[in-house]
């Protein structure tokens, strides 16, 4: 065992729980914070050797904070991992590696999306950079409704090998999961062009590569018209997405679906809100 905690928040998650928990093997101690799944996903967990501790949906940032907080973690570091997630022996081996030396306080680790079976080696923005892996007494997530990152006290590094991300749930699912999501980036639009980012990672074109992308995001993408359709072009056209084949096709279009929703979702929130 490592010096590290991984630590995981479901919820209806028994399709996904076990794989992860078998990818992490000996990497350090497994909690699963359960928000209250009706499935066999804390049973399946606890079967495979994580401890299971149930607290009540409180949002995205929120839920992993309450964990930093309340979980009998005894680790310096922390790897934070979503359930449809997986981690490679290789990625194992780095983790065990870059956690034994001195510094940095966290890494950035490259995430692989395997859509549909297959690995979206164009239609994607890989690597993909993450903030997972953390010294737990430095980092804490940002207030942010969805998509939050860490916000670290100190210097982060980059992780070469990369987590695979593998959601194994139906379409149906993957349209009902981003609406989601949009409604909440939706909020989040407006709370930014209000001026409302307390607590939030700030952004500057001058910063570091994540200030610099929460800039080009607030600043530039969520202003552009038919943002959609550069959305599909550049995933699919620019990206060479069409290499990926029919996978590459239906994820470039999902993406582009997706950000239609949130303009929705902005205008139906701009007229409730008058």
């Given at each position: 065992m490592t010096n590290v905690s991984v630590v995981v928040c479901t919820l209806q998650e028994e399709l996904h729980i076990e794989r992860l928990i078998r990818s992490v093997g000996d990497l350090g101690h497994v909690f699963v914070v359960d928000a209250g799944s009706e499935d066999r996903t804390r049973e399946l967990a606890e079967a495979a050797g994580a401890t299971v501790v149930v607290n009540h949906w409180a949002g995205y940032s929120a839920q992993k904070n309450w964990a930093l907080e309340a979980l009998p973690l005894e680790t310096e570091w922390v790897f934070f991992l979503d359930a449809d997630e997986i981690v490679t022996p290789k990625?194992?081996?780095e983790i065990r590696s870059v956690t034994s030396t001195g510094?940095?306080?966290?890494?950035?680790?490259?995430?692989?999306?395997?859509?549909?079976?297959?690995?979206?080696?164009h239609?994607?923005?890989?690597?993909?950079?993450?903030?997972?892996?953390?010294?737990?007494a430095k980092g804490r997530f940002e207030a942010r409704l969805v998509h939050e990152h860490v916000l670290l006290d100190g210097e982060a590094g980059f992780l070469e090998q990369p987590l695979i991300h593998e959601n194994l749930k139906s379409l149906d699912e993957f349209?009902?999961?981003?609406?989601?999501?949009?409604?909440l980036e939706a909020a989040e639009i407006l709370r930014a062009r209000a001026g409302d980012t307390?607590?939030?990672?700030?952004?500057?074109?001058?910063?570091?590569?994540?200030?610099?992308?929460?800039?080009?995001?607030?600043?530039v993408w969520y202003r552009l018209p038919g943002r959609p359709f550069i959305r599909f072009a550049w995933m699919y056209l620019l990206k060479r997405g069409f290499l990926d084949g029919r996978a590459g096709l239906l994820y470039s279009y999902l993406l582009a679906q997706y950000e239609h929703q949130i303009?929705?979702?902005?205008?139906?929130?701009?007229?409730?809100?008058?």
């Open positions: 990625l194992a081996r510094d940095p306080d966290g890494f950035h680790v490259p995430r692989l999306n395997v859509f549909h079976g297959r690995v979206l080696r239609a994607w923005w890989y690597p993909d950079f993450q903030l997972r892996l953390f010294r737990r349209r009902l999961r981003h609406e989601r999501y949009a409604a307390i607590g939030q990672r700030s952004g500057s074109f001058f910063g570091t590569w994540p200030e610099r992308r929460r800039a080009l995001k607030t600043r303009n929705l979702k902005v205008r139906e929130l701009e007229r409730s809100r008058g």
